[in-house]
T-cell receptor
Framework: QKEVEQDPGPLSVPEGAIVSLNCTYSNSAFQYFMWYRQYSRKGPELLMYTYSSGNKEDGRFTAQVDKSSKYIYLFIRDSQPSDSATYLCAMSRILTGGGNKLTFGTGTQLKVEL | NAGVTQTPKFRVLKTGQSMTLLCAQDMNHEYMYWYRQDPGMGLRLIHYSVGEGTTAKGEVPDGYNVSRLKKQNFLLGLESAAPSQTSVYFC???????????????FGDGTRLSIL
């Protein structure tokens, strides 16, 4: 079983829709939770970064962490065609000696249609 | 502000050839990382560095070597390329702001490597 599971999609929604993405994880050692957006032939771009359970909002994006169920969510309000990308969840634990190790989901491909 | 820059962007190699992928960051970050991204596998950590002159193995280090001679640069080497190393390679860096190791990682745009 993978430490982080993410539905690969593809997910297609009309412009203006609310998008809900999620990941589940199995390792309780994960301390920090992130969502990255990756456009085709580009590197992952950090969208949201959270620690502990609860919600964090940034513009049209809301990240939610539920440690009791080991799920994390990303909600996108008023979705736009420019939101079409692959969304990667990532979970972090501190490495001995410094730095942190990210464990990624495989990504969900999102397409927002006009 | 360039952030994390990777060179080259594309490369085709023959089995057995060697090459070095270059990563440079201008954010004065202490930590640097090399990942590979394969379909259905997500990003996996190859090697990482917590400072100039130090490196450590990640989860898929076999067949790769790294060096961090300068704080801003992190090099990934393939001594004898194999078809299984065909992948997209990403470099990332993170800071130690307030002495914490939990700062988010910032990625370059990748090197697409094909090994025939």
């Amino acid at each position: 079983q993978k430490e982080v599971e993410q539905d690969p999609g593809p997910l297609s929604v009309p412009e203006g829709a609310i998008v809900s993405l999620n990941c589940t994880y199995s390792n309780s050692a994960f301390q920090y939770f992130m969502w990255y957006r990756q456009y085709s032939r580009k590197g992952p771009e950090l969208l949201m970064y959270t620690y502990s359970s609860g919600n964090k909002e940034d513009g049209r994006f809301t990240a939610q962490v539920d440690k009791s169920s080991k799920y994390i969510y990303l909600f996108i309000r008023d979705s736009q065609p420019s939101d079409s990308a692959t969304y990667l969840c990532a979970m972090s634990r501190i490495l001995t000696g410094g730095g942190n190790k990210l464990t990624f989901g495989t990504g969900t491909q999102l397409k927002v249609e006009l | 502000n360039a952030g994390v820059t990777q060179t080259p962007k594309f490369r085709v190699l023959k089995t057995g050839q060697s090459m070095t992928l270059l990563c440079a960051q201008d954010m004065n970050h202490e930590y640097m990382y090399w990942y590979r991204q394969d379909p259905g596998m997500g990003l996996r950590l190859i090697h990482y560095s917590v400072g100039e002159g130090t490196t450590a193995k990640g989860e898929v280090p076999d067949g790769y070597n790294v060096s961090r001679l300068k704080k801003q640069n992190f090099l990934l080497g393939l001594e004898s390329a194999a078809p299984s190393q065909t992948s997209v390679y990403f470099c990332a860096s993170s800071s130690t702001r307030q002495g914490a190791s939990n700062q988010p990682q910032h990625f370059g745009d990748g090197t697409r490597l094909s090994i025939l």
